[in-house]
């Protein structure tokens, strides 16, 4: 093997160290730079989708927190009119009942009214009746003709001390 022969090592470390110069300059010149420019690039692309990102999140969390607000005001509006409908329905309940127990009132003074009118009615006609039945029966007792005044006084305090 030649390489290991040291009599042509000489020149094989001359390659060396031009190749190893060639290569250090290649490396340090282009490529390593292109490869630093595209890791830059790359860097500030990703800083860039970062703060995107936390500018995006910024903007959401800001729309969420606008939508809850929105959601808990329209919430208590909703609470707020459920609240004035039952109120309003509680109020207009309690009014008509109050219009239904004054017409019932009214009703019932009336029908009292008429009640005490019949009773009235019913007793007036009773003591007619009455007399004409005790006139009828005590001419049928007596055979001959009874003192319509008598029997009304008699028929009165009969219906007096009943009454």
Request: charged share 30%.
């Amino acid at each position: 093997m030649p390489q290991f022969d040291p009599a042509v090592w000489s020149p094989q470390l001359v390659w060396l160290a031009i190749t190893f110069v060639v290569m250090y300059l290649l490396m340090s010149r282009v490529a390593l730079p292109r490869i630093g420019h595209i890791l830059e690039e790359r860097e500030t692309r990703i800083a860039r989708n970062l703060e995107k990102a936390e500018s995006l999140k910024k903007q959401a969390d800001e729309a969420v927190a606008a939508y809850e607000q929105r959601m808990a005001d329209a919430r208590a509006r909703a609470q707020e009119a459920l609240r004035q409908a039952r109120d309003d329905a509680a109020e207009d309940a309690a009014r008509r009942h109050a219009e239904l127990s004054e017409r019932l009132s009214e009703r019932i003074s009336a029908g009292e009214a008429r009640i005490a009118e019949a009773e009235r009615e019913a007793i007036a006609s009773i003591r007619d009746i009455a007399i004409d039945v005790a006139a009828g029966a005590a001419q049928k007792l007596l055979g001959g003709r009874v003192d319509r005044k008598g029997v009304t006084a008699a028929t009165d305090a009969a219906l007096g001390e009943a009454g």
